[in-house]
């Protein structure tokens, strides 16, 4: 037995540091945390401390039972857990659960490499008690609050159903999208005109040039032009002024997500899943960290990879400073273990981050690009006397990189996709110079709202205000979406039309054109549902979704990692006044009953009834029409993206227009509806599926028809030769394609298509089908045929009726007998099974909309509580 324990959080990790360590050394991993609060009940001593009850996850015990053996057999146990608040509590957690002395070596690291870990060794410490006494007050404080507030939002909300929850973070997350939803829809586009011009200078030369502010009006647009007919336009002023760019700093866990959004596509989630695997391959240093800082030792390595790989004039060494003065200073930024390593990855999605984090780092110590940036005056000069507040000057600006420094490797990306801070160069000009016009234009440009947060730049707010840490951004954008509150997708633009007015020629003209508006990829839209709990929050509890108390906790908690702050007591304070609300509102006498986000909408002009928009058990939906009257109310679910906050009367009552008939097709009608499996066409008995792009609403006769023409080419068979005298057939179905024989259908292997399948290999997949069947049943007993002992794809299984059972593994299935299959199945010798089928699940209605009267709304899936 090795002299020597260490227990790590990650397989993958332990494996890479056991070979760096030698014989003496065995290295086990912990599989993250083996202790944590009972997803059941409150599990916190409100009373006594808030103690926590910690118990060992069920599915860790034997792992636990494992690594205090190996504990009890070693000389030396070393607890070698990641370096921060979580790692340093699953570290207290191991020691706990093990048995362990209380100045057991605790070693960190910030990279897994040799180097790293052996210098560890030699410098071990104990368990920090402040670091983990913070993670204990995040752990009970996001307890107290999910246990206490979640049931809240259900009875109110949801009407007893379980599914919603809350949380301190995620509460103000879902705050920021539905309040800048909120303002866009509150926008109103306003438009001006902007007035560009074109000059041709020597040899061709295009020089483009602007006025500096736009026209509020029409009127004044075309009285601009108007007057600059025949004006003249020379060179007034030019300004060259040298200007530089420096490198942004390397990265920290959230400008890593940004970042890895814009320029890869990479979710929070899977940016954070990437760069783990690459931390516990020894590729990267840690990657949850908000230092910008890098050590001495990897500046001296980023040098020498810079003058090898380019000359002394690209080097320049930084230290860049966290403004946000809770950083960990102490750690450092996200940066390659080794800079002579330009890619590493096991995989695509791996090389692409790791590549952007080597470019990063590196370019953090390069050298400057030097600039000249070159601004161009104008002046008109008009052949009347001009209006009052007529402008002079027209501007132009150019740049010139005149040295490239750091822009040779690295560009950091922005949000706003249309930055325009980019300008090309210009021609050769001279003051005095006169200037060609070409054309000028005055184009009608629109005012826009501000952008839907996407995944990077809801983390870039996040942190702004101070919300969260590193390790929280990504497990937080996840449940908002999971809980139904948020929807990450796209948005088709919308189109409109513009005027723009040219001067060419001395004459003017006036055109309009169109343009597209609004779209978005990948943003972030608040549902129904989480409108309503960021309303009822708002309205119940204001301090759980107050912006500046969720950043205050962030900074007690840094202050009890610090020593600085008694955890009990940052508790005591939360929850003394947060308690008696819920219990305020819990209580009969508070008499609150939340309006679940309901609107009146108006009359419903065919029946006279009125029309409202409101969130139910199941989901949002239009109703027309009341309980209490005579006849049922009529029910319509929302369609995806739209919000009963903004939801028109008209949009309501367009719900009730389906099943429509779009028109005929080869005298049949074509009737458009929506059924368990989505949006339909149907046409002589049969159903077509719509595509992903058509909208049941709006879908014409002629794309209704294409489907269904579509369809039938898919589904038509093709036949490719005989076998055993009878024919082979082949086709396109709902599953895919597949080879048809006798009454059977069986489906190509997958990525396998018709193009090119040759009789041979249609053959093989009916010998392959037969003898899949041959082999199905082990065993089959007559005198009861409902039981048989089957061969299923994940090993021989029970079949019982509707029901499986699966079969212990010491036990033979070929040696079954009808008593032992009873007995496993808990059936008594009459056949009655004593066992009911479990529950059917609550399926997720697709159908949106019924013109009887007596429906309610379709019920949807129910998310369980976890």
């Known amino acids: 037995m090795s002299k020597n324990l260490v227990i790590v959080e990650s397989p993958a990790k332990a494996k890479t540091i056991e070979g760096y360590l030698g014989r003496d050394f065995t290295v086990r991993s912990s599989f993250g945390h083996i202790r944590d609060l009972p997803k059941d009940g409150l599990a916190v001593d409100v009373k006594n401390g808030f103690a926590p009850d910690y118990q060992i996850s069920p599915d860790k015990k034997q792992l636990v039972s494992e690594l205090k053996k190996l504990a009890k057999d070693a000389d030396e146990v070393w607890l070698a857990t990641d370096d921060d608040r979580e790692g340093e509590a699953i570290s207290w957690h191991l020691k706990e659960a093990l ?20 210098n560890a060794i030699q410098i071990p410490r104990t368990i920090d008690l402040d670091l983990v006494n913070a993670q204990q007050a995040r752990r009970v404080l996001d307890r107290l609050v999910g246990y206490e507030l979640s049931p809240v939002l259900w009875r109110k909300i949801k009407g007893g159903s379980t599914g919603l929850s809350a949380g301190r973070v995620q509460s103000v997350a879902l705050r920021l999208v539905v ?96 760069a783990q695997n690459l931390y516990e391959a020894g590729k990267i240093s840690y990657m949850r960290t908000d230092s910008l800082n890098l050590s001495t030792e990897a500046v001296d390595k980023a040098v020498a990879e810079i003058t090898s790989a380019f000359d002394d004039r690209y080097v320049q060494k930084r230290h860049f400073k966290n403004k946000n003065e809770s950083a960990q200073e102490a750690h450092e930024a996200i940066r390659p273990t080794n800079f002579n390593d330009h890619s590493a990855g096991a995989d695509r999605d791996q090389k692409r981050l790791y590549e952007l984090i080597w470019k990063r780092s590196i370019a953090s110590q390069m050298a400057d690009a030097q600039l000249e ?15 009052e507040g007529f402008p002079t000057e027209l501007i132009a600006q150019g740049e010139v990189i005149k ?60 942190e702004e205000m101070g919300i969260g840490r590193p390790s929280t951004y990504a497990p937080t954008i996840s449940t908002i979406i999971n809980r139904g509150y948020v929807t990450k997708q796209d948005k088709p633009g919308q189109e409109r039309t513009f005027k723009e007015y040219t001067l060419q020629a001395e004459t003017i003209t ?29 309205e119940y509890f204001p301090g759980i979704v107050d912006y500046k108390f969720t950043a205050n906790v962030e900074q007690e908690f840094d202050e009890i990692a610090g020593g600085k702050l008694e955890w009990q007591t940052m508790l005591q304070d939360f929850y003394g006044d947060f308690h008696k609300n819920i219990e305020d509102i819990q209580g009969a006498a508070a008499g609150i ?53 903004s939801i028109s009367l008209e949009d309501a009552l367009s719900l009730f227009g389906l099943p429509r008939e779009v028109g005929m097709f080869e005298d049949q009608a074509m009737t458009i509806g929506v059924g368990k499996f989505g949006p339909y066409v149907k046409h002589d008995g049969k159903y077509v599926s719509l595509g992903k ?5 709006t879908i014409t006769a002629e794309r209704a028809a294409e489907l269904i023409q579509q369809k039938r080419t898919e589904s038509a068979s093709e036949a490719i030769g005989e076998f055993e005298g009878k024919l082979v057939t082949t086709g396109k179905g709902r599953f895919g394609p597949y080879v048809k024989y006798e009454d059977k259908y069986i489906s190509l292997a997958k990525g396998e298509q018709l193009a090119g399948l040759t009789l041979e290999r249609a053959i093989e997949l009916i010998q392959q089908k037969r003898n899949a069947e041959a082999n199905k049943y082990i065993k089959e ?22 029901r499986n059972v699966r079969l212990p593994k010491d036990i033979d299935p070929a040696e079954l007998t009808l008593e032992k299959c009873l007995e496993l199945a808990g059936d008594d010798p009459k056949g009655e099974t004593a066992k009911k089928a479990p529950a059917k699940k609550a399926t997720a209605a697709k159908s949106t909309t019924t013109k009887t009267a007596a429906k309610a709304p379709a019920k949807k899936a129910v998310a369980k509580k976890k």
């Open 693 to 697: 792009e058509d909208d049941p609403y």
């Open 99 to 118: 048995g362990l002395k209380a100045d057991t070596k605790r070693i960190v690291f910030r990279e897994i490499t040799k180097n790293a870990i052996l």
């Open 179 to 274: 309040e800048r939803e909120r303002e866009i829809d509150k926008h109103n586009a306003k438009s001006s005109f902007k007035v560009t011009a074109q000059f041709i200078v020597d040899g061709g030369k295009v020089l483009n040039a602007e006025l500096p502010k736009n026209f509020a009006t029409v009127a004044e647009a075309r009285s601009f032009l108007e007057q600059c007919i025949g004006a003249t336009f020379t060179i007034k002023s030019l300004d060259v002024k040298p200007a530089k760019k420096s490198p942004a700093p390397p990265f920290t866990t959230s400008t890593l997500q940004q970042e890895a959004s814009r320029k890869l596509g990479y979710s929070v989630d899977r940016t954070m899943r990437i």
């Open 593 to 645: 009953s939340f309006k679940t986000g309901a609107k009146e909408l108006g009359i419903d002009p065919k029946t006279g009834k009125r029309v409202s928009a409101r969130l139910g058990k199941y989901g949002a939906y239009v109703q027309i029409g009341e309980s209490t009257d005579e006849e049922k109310p009529q029910y319509a679910n929302l369609r995806d993206g739209q919000l009963i906050e």
């Open 403 to 462: 040295f490239d420094g750091f822009l040779k490797v690295y560009l950091e990306s922005k949000d706003d996709e249309d930055d325009e801070d980019a300008k090309g160069m210009l021609p050769p000009l001279n003051i005095g110079q006169e200037l060609d016009l070409s054309q000028m234009k005055a184009s009608e440009k629109f005012t826009r709202p501000q952008p839907r947060y996407a995944e990077a730049s809801l983390v870039k707010k996040l």
């Open 373 to 387: 940036r070159t601004t161009v005056s104008i002046n008109i000069r008009t052949t009347g006397v001009p209006t």
């Open 510 to 538: 006036e055109t309009s054109g169109k343009e597209t508006f609004g779209s978005e990829k990948a943003k972030l839209f608040p549902t129904n549902t989480g409108v309503v709990v960021c309303d009822f929050l708002m």
């Open 781 to 802: 007993f007559p005198e009861r045929p409902e039981i048989k002992v089957v061969n299923g794809m994940y090993g021989p299984y029970l079949a019982v009726g509707k």
